[in-house]
């Protein structure tokens, strides 16, 4: 008799955290991509790896999942975050700051790669409902694969990478219409698909449309009245109450839960608690999306591939072929070498993540048949495994063209500009850091703002200020505002304890960024310079040397003979700050 639990699928969680606990450590210190990694090891434990065996070898159970329905409840969790980790990374000013890239080259790499793959797809025997939905899901690529491997490799930040962020933040977007046409095509209705497309369209968008503009006037005030304490447990259950509550409200709209998920972030995004957001779930993330891609390697069948040798490795070729030089002709048209762009069509020329949601709703809609569905997502899984081999083969050929037409190619490769570059970091956006705020922006300076007084945020950010909610002392959240490719950070903070916490933080991940920082008297001055600060100002000095100006010209002192006086004691005071910090080290 099997033994019963309280808890459903005890030994199946149990064992895929001991998994995760073990697989997670390995794969970093082999610098192995982890997505892959959870791939295999969910093909290797899943029902057709060792699973096919636990009947006969019974101690197996223990260490397989002879069933993909034990990990299935907890995948759409993976799901449903992945979707909202989409949602919290296009921001309105993201989107408007990169448009020519999202709208312009996203566009045209989603729509030519649809027709090429879907072209293909009708020209084998398959239906047009079925070439089209395959032609547009395996036009999308994989965004957690491609900014995982950018993030490795540090070129996130270069021209090539903004433009490849760029194209896969269009492609996210397109999630939003592929879901509802997908809705509409498994309806199976083939006459009058134009006015049934009609009315779940308008549907579907006024549905969207109420959500977002409730939305907005519920997270913000939501998280404004509590998130002043500054608890990681109460940004988690408020980030978890509206994923989930607004999933269900997609849900009963008769739209997917994954299209609730992906405004929750969307409307997050918005916020100035985005940041803190970010921070608070990330190792959440990482878990339940290694949990969704383990789920989705459960789901494949390597006999598969004996079925096919041969067309297995010509649809993978095939695929990365296609949308390869899809997108090396748009990258080269946008101004990139032929080297470097060839080196972009290769990173996004595998199949996405979502192929597997789609596929497999299509699937269970009889849209699309299950020997077709389970080639598909064996061919997207191996492309996967592919992506850092072509990568790696995208990154050599384009260092090789370079490096042969230098002269043709010096003028190129600029096309897209680091946006976070000079970027200037504020911890602390009182009054000094809003003069300083100010004084940046007429300068046409960027800057970024932290303060961890809610309600101060919560005035400013809705009047376009760029403050976020946050600790600058959490080196995770430094990392969320691009403090690598900051200019400075500035700490204004009042509290002397939480900036000389800061201090620590940054220089502890950041060891060559300068930091300058405000105290309240040269004690504390000696304490943030010995704990690494780049120039310390003593607010009580600077009010002092004021006064003292006004007090020597008031007693005639020439304005041009007093303000001499009050520089050199400035200078003279900073060095001796500079030469206690130099005697104590």
């Known amino acids: 008799m099997e033994e019963q639990h309280a808890l459903p699928f005890l030994r199946e969680t149990l064992l895929f955290l001991t998994l995760a606990g073990i697989l997670i450590p390995l794969l970093q210190r082999w610098r192995v991509n982890q997505i892959l990694g959870f791939l295999a090891v969910g093909v290797l434990v899943g029902p057709f790896g060792l699973g096919l065996w636990a009947a006969e070898i019974p101690w197996l159970t223990y260490f397989t999942f002879p069933r993909r329905e034990g990990v299935a409840a907890l995948a759409e969790l993976g799901v449903l975050f992945l979707m909202f980790m989409i949602g919290l990374e296009l921001s309105a000013a993201r989107l408007w700051a990169l448009r020519r890239w999202v709208f312009g080259a996203g566009s045209a790499q989603v729509c030519l790669s649809a027709l090429a793959l879907g072209g293909v797809t009708y020209l084998f025997g398959n239906s047009l409902e079925a070439s089209a939905v395959l032609g547009l899901v395996l036009a999308l690529s994989s965004t957690a694969v491609a900014m995982q491997l ?229 061919a997207v899984s191996l492309s996967l495994f592919a992506t850092p081999l072509a ?86 959240l430094l990392h969320k505002v691009h403090a690598d490719h900051a200019a400075a950070i500035v700490l204004t903070m009042d509290h002397p304890a939480s900036a000389l916490h800061a201090v620590r933080s940054i220089r502890r991940v950041y060891p060559q960024l300068p930091v300058f920082a405000r105290s309240r008297d040269e004690n504390h001055a000696r304490t943030l310079k010995k704990a690494g600060a780049t120039i310390v100002i003593p607010e009580t000095l600077e009010s002092g040397l004021q006064l003292s100006s006004f007090v020597l010209q008031t007693l005639g002192i020439a304005e041009g003979a007093a303000v001499q006086i009050i520089q050199n004691e400035r200078e003279r005071r900073i060095a001796a700050l500079q030469q206690g910090d130099t005697d104590d080290a």
């Open 391 to 476: 990568a790696k083969a995208g990154r050599l050929f384009a260092d090789w063209w370079d490096a042969h037409h230098r002269k043709q190619t010096e003028h190129l490769n600029g096309a897209v500009p680091d946006p976070t570059a000079g970027l200037v970091i504020i911890a602390g956006f009182g009054r000094v850091g809003q003069l300083l705020g100010q004084i940046l922006e007429s300068q046409g300076i960027r800057f970024i703002a932290l303060e961890n007084n809610a309600r101060l945020v919560a005035q400013l950010h809705p009047q376009g200020v760029p403050v976020y909610f946050g600790d600058a002392a959490r080196a995770e």
């Open 150 to 378: 950018m993030t490795e490799q540090r070129t996130l930040g270069t021209p090539l990478g903004q433009s490849v962020f760029s194209i896969l933040m269009m492609q996210d977007l397109f999630v939003v219409p592929l879901l509802i046409l997908v809705g509409i095509l498994a309806k199976g209705q083939t006459e009058g698909v134009f006015a049934l497309a009609s009315l779940t369209l308008l549907k579907s968008v006024g549905v969207i449309v109420l959500i977002y503009l409730l939305g907005r006037r519920v997270i913000r005030p939501l998280f404004s009245a509590f998130a002043g304490q500054g608890r990681p447990d109460v940004f988690m259950a408020l980030t978890l109450l509206s994923t989930l509550g607004i999933a269900s409200l997609t849900a009963m709209a008769g739209l997917s839960m994954a299209l609730g998920a992906f405004l929750a972030g969307l409307l997050l995004a918005e916020t100035e608690f985005k940041h803190e957001v970010e921070v608070t779930i990330e190792p959440f993330k990482g878990l339940l999306m290694g949990l969704f891609f383990m789920s989705v390697g459960l789901g494949i069948d390597l006999r598969e591939i004996a079925q096919a040798p041969l067309w297995l490795p010509l649809s993978l070729l095939g695929l990365f072929a296609i949308k390869a030089l899809v997108l090396a002709g748009i990258l080269r048209v946008g101004g990139f070498s032929w080297g470097r762009a060839v080196e972009g069509g290769l990173l996004l020329g595998q199949g996405g993540e979502f192929a597997f949601i789609v596929v497999g709703y299509a699937m269970t809609t009889k849209l699309i048949a299950p020997a077709l569905g389970q080639f598909v997502m064996l």
